[in-house]
């Protein structure tokens, strides 16, 4: 029988179960929907990160990306834990083709598009 992994150790800002399941591959986090705007936030933050040629991914599975980013960033405490969950999210995804940024890269890009 299965069970859930557990939460890793020494990350307080990963502690959610929730966003594991997402970042994993496995069912989004149960509860709301993503707000419209966080949706176009983070369409706005990969957008960039595309551009920049740090990311990337097939037109056909931007939709489902966009959706699992807004669902998991949504949960964020802080603007450093919604960086930190966007740049894990896109680097683990199986909707991302390539990655080919350090994280530091790719949360500064995302810092950038987010806070304007």
């Known amino acids: 029988m299965a069970s859930d992994p ?3 150790d020494g990350d307080d800002d ?8 997402a970042v994993l591959g ?3 986090p149960a509860g709301e929907p993503p707000s419209p705007q966080i949706a176009r936030e983070v369409e706005a933050a990969l ?3 595309v551009d920049a040629g740090l990311v990337e991914l097939e037109d056909e599975r931007r ?6 980013l807004a669902t998991v960033v949504g949960e ?3 603007p450093r834990d919604y960086l930190k969950r966007f740049v894990r999210c896109v680097v683990h995804s199986d909707h991302v083709e390539e990655v080919y940024g350090s994280d530091d890269e790719l949360q500064a890009v995302v810092a950038r ?3 304007s």
Not at 14 to 21: E, K, M, N, Q, V
């Open 26 to 28: 496995g069912d989004a």
């Open 76 to 78: 964020a405490r802080s």
């Open 14 to 21: 990963l502690s959610d179960l929730g966003f594991l399941r």
């Open 6 to 8: 557990p939460p890793p």
């Open 47 to 49: 957008g960039a990160l």
């Open 63 to 68: 939709p489902a990306l966009v959706a699992e």
């Open 113 to 115: 598009v987010t806070s």
